[in-house]
């Protein structure tokens, strides 16, 4: 489990197809602490440590990951939002973040707002999802790139987050631009809430 809390962001460093998986090698500043077996969430996806060499980790996405995710449009050279497994006896700072991204969004809009910076995102309109929790509200939070956000006015299949400056440094919203592809992770709340109206038509 994760908090959506950034601790950094990785470079990729080295990409290799494996049939249908694709290995990802990275560098970060907590390498050295890292084991084998170890999760971390890339850009959000939670990804297990499979080798540690020279300074590196690798990651293995397998193919439900990669068609889920952005992470197959990676290219070496490119940065990573990077989380650590929380802690138990740690503070929850962000919200509940499982690692498991449920769609993809395109960023269409980015604004200054005297300071900090507006994001609007856009997300395929599936009523069937919707009902199953995939949806965002006003002041809920959501998931971008592994980033724990409050929506700002949402519609059917597009929302605003507001990013601070120290955010904006820190993370990869860095380079997001207007047809920039995210990772998206609705609120695991809001879906347990959907799947139970569902279960009590029943």
């Not at 050279?77 to 006896?89: A, I, L």
């Not at 498991?100 to 309109?125: K, L």
Request: hydrophobic residues 40%; aromatic residues 8%; contains cysteine.
């Amino acid at each position: 489990m994760f908090s959506g809390i950034i601790e950094e962001f990785a470079t990729v460093v080295g990409i290799r197809k494996d049939r249908e998986n694709i290995d990802f090698t990275l560098k970060c500043s907590f390498v050295d602490e890292l084991g084998i077996d170890q999760s971390v969430a890339h850009n959000g996806v939670c990804l297990t440590v499979v080798s540690i060499e020279d300074g590196t980790y690798t990651v293995t996405a397998m193919k439900e990951t990669l068609d889920r995710s952005n992470l197959g449009l990676l290219k070496v050279g490119d940065k990573v939002n990077v989380e650590r497994s929380m802690m138990m006896n740690g503070r929850l700072d962000g919200h509940i973040v499982q690692g498991h991204v449920d769609e993809t969004a395109r960023c269409i809009a980015v604004e200054d707002a005297d300071g900090s910076t507006y994001f609007t995102f856009e997300y395929q309109e599936n009523k069937e999802m919707a009902l199953n929790g995939y949806f965002t509200v006003d002041k809920g939070s959501v998931t971008v790139n592994g980033v724990s956000l409050t929506v700002c006015n949402p519609t059917k299949n597009t929302f605003q987050v507001a990013i601070i400056p120290y955010t904006f440094e820190h993370t990869n919203f860095c380079d997001i631009k207007v047809g920039s592809v995210v990772n998206l992770e609705f609120d695991i709340i809001g879906k347990y809430i959907a799947r139970l109206v569902q279960i009590s038509k029943n």
